[in-house]
Structures are given as structure tokens and as C-alpha cells.
Nanobody
Framework: QLQLVESGGGLVQPGGSLRLSCAASGGTLDDYVITWFRQAPGKEREGISLMIVRENGTYYRDSVQGRFTISREVATETVYLQMNSLKPEDTGVYYC????????????????WGQGTQVTVST
């Protein structure tokens, strides 16, 4: 059974950076799609960055394109989300999720979720 654990959230000023980690255990990520979701207060969970692991293909929402980078470290089965030039609207709980083959921004596509990590961008 695949398990995911996020870490790296915190409080950061606008313009700052954070790197989130999603550590996987219980299996390899090779055959999964890994997506970072964000849930802002009072809003629905939104997929923002996606990796098709076997292809090393990456996709981003327009709202984070050019500022966020998703990557994978094979040796530790960890997926990262490097977040630069953070804005207050990036505030929310960030989740990583793993799902079967096929890129999708829909939460229902994903069967494995981490517990989430809070990111707050504020002065």
C-alpha cells in the first residue's frame, strides 16, 4: 500500500520560497501520476502541478507556471515542489497525491493522499 507524507510547509513572506517534499513508501512511483494539490480556505482542492513519473512529464496550472517546479528524486522516492516568488494567494494546505496512469487535475482520479502541509504567505 503506497503511503505519502508531505513536509516543508510554513510561513513565508511574499516573494519568498519554500520547498515541499512528498516522501513515498510502500511501493515505487514509477507507474503513477503524482500531483500537488492546494486547498485555500473556503475553496475547493485544486491541482496545481503534475508529474507523469514514467515519462518525467510535468504540467502546471497557469497560476503557478514559471514559479513552481515539480521534481522527483528516484533514490528516495521523494517528489518535491519548489515554490518561488510566493504570493499571498498561494496560501493553503498543500497535498500530494498519487493516481493511476493518465494526467488529471481531478481529485477523484487519485487514490493515495498525504496528510497535507500548511503554507502561509503573509507579511
Amino acid at each position: 500500500q503506497l503511503q505519502l507524507v508531505e513536509s516543508g510547509g510554513g510561513l513565508v513572506q511574499p516573494g519568498g520560497s519554500l520547498r515541499l517534499s512528498c516522501a513515498a513508501s510502500g511501493g515505487t512511483l514509477d507507474d503513477y501520476v503524482i500531483t500537488w494539490f492546494r486547498q485555500a480556505p473556503g475553496k475547493e482542492r485544486e491541482g496545481i502541478s503534475l508529474m507523469i513519473v514514467r515519462e518525467n512529464g510535468t504540467y502546471y496550472r497557469d497560476s503557478v507556471q514559471g514559479r513552481f517546479t515539480i521534481s522527483r528524486e528516484v533514490a528516495t522516492e521523494t517528489v518535491y515542489l519548489q515554490m518561488n516568488s510566493l504570493k499571498p494567494e498561494d496560501t493553503g494546505v498543500y497535498y500530494c497525491a498519487a493516481g493511476p496512469w493518465g494526467a488529471s487535475w481531478q481529485p477523484g482520479h487519485y487514490g493515495f493522499w498525504g496528510q497535507g502541509t500548511q503554507v502561509t504567505v503573509s507579511t
